[in-house]
């Protein structure tokens, strides 16, 4: 079972930061938080991971709390092109990522 | 290729015969992941190749499905006496290592429709 708890959906305006939440108050020590997201038709695109430091790639940003109990993504300027599923993983020792039904973002114009 | 590549992008068969998927990795990726995602699901786990160890299986649905892979080449998902609720995308992942400190980037994925 997915680890993760996030909303079901989100909107964003375009230009403007999008902030996506995940919950995973089960965390453990050595399980790493991982984002990918799932344009439509598509397969996964991995965004970023981290374990507990804050994290940011070209992509996003990933700000996890210091309890490591939540964490959320950052994408800076949202454009059309993110809409998108976006799923939050806890990935542990297994290798295996366990999907959860995601935040589906809107980004509109 | 730079990306993980799948072949066939789409499969339309009947039911009762035999489909079998193709998975080419990202070269010098050691680790092979299958996932299945049925309409409107998310994804689920089926099988995981590293190197010459032996394959976690325990996402397999019945014995119906297996996979192969020779060293860190290419691997195959065959799908036997295929059911219609075997309809879905069969996704490939690979990455450098095991471990989970290593992303896994993903194939376009076999969209797979059963008669």
């Known amino acids: 079972d997915a680890k993760t708890t996030q909303p079901p959906s989100m909107d964003c305006a375009e230009g403007r930061a999008a902030n996506l939440p995940c919950n995973h108050s089960t965390i453990s020590g050595n399980e790493y938080v991982y984002w990918y997201r799932q344009i439509h038709s598509q397969g996964p695109q991995y965004i970023i991971h981290g374990l507990k430091n804050n994290e940011t790639n070209e992509m996003a940003s990933l700000i996890i709390t210091e309890d490591r109990k939540s964490s959320t993504l950052i994408l800076p300027h949202a454009t059309l092109r993110d809409t998108a599923v976006y799923y939050c993983?806890?990935?542990?020792?297994?290798?295996?990522?366990?999907f959860g039904t995601g935040t589906r973002l809107q980004v509109f114009p | 290729g730079a990306g993980v590549s799948q072949s066939p992008s789409n499969k339309v068969t009947e039911k009762g015969k035999d489909v079998e998927l193709r998975c080419d990795p990202i070269?010098?990726?050691?680790?092979l992941y299958w996932y299945r995602q049925r309409l409107g699901q998310g994804l689920e786990f089926l099988i995981y190749?590293?190197?010459?160890?032996?394959?976690?299986k325990s996402g397999l649905p019945s014995d119906r499905f297996s996979a192969e892979r020779t060293g860190e080449s290419v691997s195959t998902l065959t799908i036997q006496r295929t059911q219609q609720e075997d309809s879905a995308v069969y996704l490939c992942a690979t990455s450098r290592a095991s471990g989970p400190y290593n992303e896994q980037f993903f194939g376009p994925g076999t969209r797979l429709t059963v008669l």
């Open positions: 070269s010098g990726h050691t680790a």
């Open positions: 190749f590293q190197g010459n160890s032996a394959p976690d």
């Open positions: 993983i806890v990935r542990d020792y297994t290798d295996k990522l366990i």
